[in-house]
């Protein structure tokens, strides 16, 4: 099994920053790829960014600019950094990880509420 740790979510007004952290612990090899995905209230879950073991970063069009994801391999730990927050923002944010077992399986954190609002 894979335990992720969710931290750094909380009230911002707009305009406003924050970071959120993820760490993964637990039995894997190696990890493929950690990203962060959100659900505002009535939609669907969507993919926030993605980052491979190699560096290789992906964003959804609307965070492009603004947040930034980057990880720690030592410590098995991804961040995303998000400025410049909207409103639209506002979303539970889950932690993501793919990691081989050896077979490949993904994970989920338990969520983060992020909230944009003044």
């Known amino acids: 099994q894979v335990q992720l740790v969710e931290s750094g979510g909380g009230l911002v007004q707009p305009g406003g920053s924050l970071r959120l952290s993820c760490a993964a612990s637990?039995?894997?090899?190696?990890?493929?790829?950690m990203g962060w995905y959100r659900q505002a209230p009535g939609k669907q879950r969507e993919l926030v960014a993605t980052?491979?073991?190699?560096?290789?970063?992906n964003y959804e069009d609307s965070v492009k600019g603004r947040f930034t994801i980057s990880r720690d391999n030592a410590k098995n730990t991804v961040y995303l950094q998000m400025n410049s927050l909207k409103s639209e923002d506002t979303a539970v944010y889950y932690c993501?990880?793919?990691?081989?077992?050896?077979?490949?399986?993904?994970?989920w954190g338990q969520g983060t509420q992020v909230t944009v609002s003044s």
């Open positions: 980052i491979t073991s190699g560096g290789f970063t």
């Open positions: 637990g039995r894997f090899f190696s990890i493929i790829a």
């Open positions: 993501n990880v793919r990691v081989i077992q050896p077979s490949v399986n993904d994970y």
